[in-house]
């Protein structure tokens, strides 16, 4: 266990996570320099912006609460074991349908969740950047889809996304940088079901390598992306922006949990305090920038209320930690003829935007996309015996039928409201610090936006030759929580991530949502990280930081 | 159609090839060789467990064949590994279990006249049923919602230690790990030399 508990990254070194054993230099801080900016979290908020920072010459100091890993050596083949990789810290979930926190929506280890993902790589439908004067729901983002287009492509190029010559959806893109992937068995399931109902269907973009790339191999199917690749062809924040940000410079601090930003008597940003090591430590720096992800971000937040801001930090809007966001993460499982043996490659090859594109014959707003999948076994059971109260004789006579089963989920969007939100419960954590309380429940809109997801994704599944087929909810993916925005009345930060209150602290992950839109979040918070990076560059440069 | 199944199969076999890196055998042997001993669980909370436990992955052959359960169930319990939350209505999950057995043995004694573990199995069965579906009695499910508990903790806390094990990995044939090799063929009724081969009997 001590590989997990003592920090890695000290002395001067990091750990190398393209060899076993190996070490890099890392350029360290000491606690009392003043560094340009320190950065909590290394997602895929947080560890790209980290990048872009360093590389633009800015002195950067980013912690983690978790491990540094090296995945060749410290990822196992096994689902139970690879548990270490979720944020399992104490946290409440309540409100009508309670959202299950852990494997499916956080990562506690430098590079965050993208440890983890499935490397799904989806750019937002364009007008999603402008859903409530473009389709009539949500809200606008402060942000153009034409900016972001192109930080689209900036993300795709330094995650060498393999996917497609021609994506059937949306304004006309370049070729993805690597080949498409072979689709599996299951993914055949999928595309067998969107050409019997006449709709399109491609080879999911996926972060996973289809060709070599430096010391990182190509994607060997092992089909354990969810757990953690062991192999290093999964292109997560760990393995690309991680990797760049030590050589321009930036210090990476794993196993530091941040306890609480601290001002000085001006009102800016002065400090965080942080657990390292078995001690409470401090980080000066001249700008701070929090990147948890939409439920850690808005509670060190509250946790850092101080008299001048007795809610909060940013929080004069009042509207920090409200509007969360989870996409529904609905399913149909059905039997087929044929083996698929779905736990082979990552587990969703294949895909359709259909419905995230088509606004015809639609009772709700907003989009869903769905893929094929391939659970590992406790996953697997975990659908088995949730959604079906299956146990006993019954249960295992189920899971008999693994290398047969194929299904096909869904990653839907939903609409965002003030009541689902994160809070802090009386109960504290290991550090003493308050834990997170939060609170979801699906509207009206959501509700009718999955069934016709689940209607359609049956249909496709028997179109396909799927037999016994039923369906399963649940819900994937956080957003929102510390809304971007064009006012300070509506949002909790600007465009550029910028708090209103507080003109040092920033906000850099999937928080600043002001909508979910119906495709896996990553993709869009590192090009946003990027936009971010970008943007302080230039006000740098203007010297109005 | 009839479940299929995996004759000879034995992930095991694979563990000295490529499908197994160092990692890895060190996780599973320790799982297969060091059963944790009882250090959470009460010795009565503990047999009533393999009770419940024989009932939700229900095991034939000789006992030392089986996959074991309490035993994995009371290490998380006694590491405290949580999954990350609790239900807002839910105590936390130590404290579930230990009032979800006391409350699952004083409903078997109101609706059967016994302590759980004295029960049939068809009995327990029964009484398994009824906290499935919530239809409770004992004054002990206060503050415990049956059917939460039911689903999110007890089903899910045993079939993890079971699906977890080399044993449930051979029935249903998954290939098991798979690093550094992984796979090669991925299309319909495909499958590699180190795959399981489905027979039907």
Not at chain 2, 92 to 101: C, F, I, N, P, V
Not at chain 2, 125 to 143: A, K, T
Request: a negative charge.
């Amino acid at each position: 266990m001590s590989e997990e508990r003592e920090p890695r990254a000290t002395d001067g070194r990091a750990p190398d996570v393209f060899h076993r054993g190996a070490w890099r230099p890392m350029r360290c801080y000491s606690d009392s320099e003043e560094v340009d900016f320190a950065i909590v979290g290394t997602g895929a908020g947080g560890g790209t912006l980290a990048c872009k920072l360093a590389e633009a010459g800015f002195s950067v100091v980013a912690l983690d609460a978790g491990p540094f890993w090296r995945p060749l050596e410290d990822f196992a083949s096994d689902e139970e074991s690879q548990h270490k990789l979720y944020w399992t810290d104490k946290r409440v979930s309540g409100g009508d349908n309670p959202l299950e926190l852990g494997r499916n929506n956080s990562g506690k280890g430098v590079g965050g969740s993208t440890v983890h993902f499935t490397m799904v790589s989806l750019r937002f439908r364009p007008e999603w950047f402008k859903s409530r004067s473009a389709l009539g729901y949500g809200a606008d983002w402060p942000v153009s889809a034409e900016e972001m287009w192109r930080y689209y492509a900036e993300v795709e190029d330094a995650l060498k996304v393999a996917g497609p010559v021609r994506y059937p959806w949306g304004p006309p893109r370049g070729r993805y940088p690597y080949r498409a992937h072979e689709v599996n068995a299951a993914g055949l399931v999928l595309a067998r079901g969107a050409e019997a109902l006449g709709i399109k269907w491609a080879p999911t973009p996926l972060a996973t390598l289809s060709a070599p790339r430096g010391d990182a191999h190509p994607c060997v199917y092992r089909g354990f992306c969810v757990i953690g690749c062991s192999t290093n062809a999964k292109q997560s924040v760990l393995l690309t922006w991680i990797p760049r940000a030590l050589d321009a410079g930036a210090e990476i601090r794993d196993l530091a949990m941040v306890a609480r930003i601290e001002l000085d008597g001006a009102g800016r940003a002065r400090e965080v305090l942080y657990h390292r090591d078995g001690q409470l430590r401090r980080q000066r720096a001249k700008n701070i920038v929090v990147a948890g992800y939409a439920i850690e971000t808005p509670r060190l937040l509250f946790n850092s209320a101080c008299p001048r801001f007795p809610h909060g930090l940013a929080n004069s809007s009042g509207l920090v930690g409200k509007n969360l966001m989870a996409q529904s993460n609905h399913a149909v499982w059905g039997v087929m003829e044929e083996e698929v043996r779905w736990y082979k490659g990552p587990p969703p090859m294949a895909i359709t935007e259909h419905w995230n594109y088509t606004d015809e014959g639609k009772d709700f707003a907003g989009g869903y996309c769905y893929m094929s999948q391939g659970p590992l076994p406790i996953e697997w059971v975990e659908s088995v015996t949730s959604g079906r109260g299956l146990w006993g004789a019954a249960l295992k006579e189920e899971m008999a039928k693994y290398i047969h089963y194929a299904g096909l989920k869904m990653v839907g969007e939903t609409m965002p409201s003030e009541d689902n939100r994160v809070t802090l419960a009386e109960e504290r954590d290991q550090y003493g610090l308050p834990v997170a309380h939060v609170t979801f429940s699906f509207g009206d809109n959501d509700k009718r936006l999955y069934q016709h997801a689940l209607g359609h994704m049956g249909e496709a599944l028997a179109a396909a030759g799927g037999r016994e087929i039923w369906h399963e909810s649940g819900t994937a993916h956080l957003a929102g929580t510390c809304r971007m925005g064009d006012a300070p009345e509506t949002s909790v930060v600007n465009a550029d991530g910028r708090s209103w209150d507080i003109p040092n602290l920033w906000i850099c992950d999937g928080s600043l949502f002001p909508t979910s839109g119906g495709v896996n979040p990553s993709l869009t918070i590192q090009a946003l990280a990027c936009r971010i990076g970008d943007r302080i560059r230039e006000l740098g440069r203007r010297g109005e930081l | 159609m009839r479940a299929p199944r995996f004759p000879g199969y034995n992930v095991l076999d694979k563990r000295d090839t490529p499908s197994w890196n160092e990692q890895t055998r060190r996780v599973v042997d320790k799982r297969l060789h060091e059963v944790p001993p009882r250090r959470f669980l009460t010795p009565e909370e503990w047999t009533m467990l393999e009770a419940i436990s024989d009932r939700i992955v229900p095991q034939s052959g000789p006992a030392n064949e089986r996959v074991p359960i309490a035993p994995f169930v009371d290490h998380k319990l006694a590491e405290d590994r949580s999954d990350g939350f609790r239900y807002a209505d839910m105590p936390d999950m130590r404290e579930a279990w230990r009032r979800g057995l006391a409350a699952i043995d004083d409903e078997s004694r109101l609706r059967f006249g016994a302590p759980f573990v004295e029960l049939m199995p068809g009995r327990q069965d029964d009484v398994l049923h009824l906290v499935q579906r919530g239809e409770v009695r004992s004054p002990r499910w206060q503050g415990l919602p049956p059917s939460q508990f039911f689903k999110s903790r007890l089903v899910k806390d045993i079939v993890n230690v079971y699906y977890a094990h080399p044993k449930a990995w051979n029935e249903i044939g998954f290939g098991g790990p798979a690093s550094p090799r992984g796979y090669v063929r991925l299309g319909f009724d495909r499958h590699d030399s180190w795959e399981a081969e489905e027979r039907d009997e």
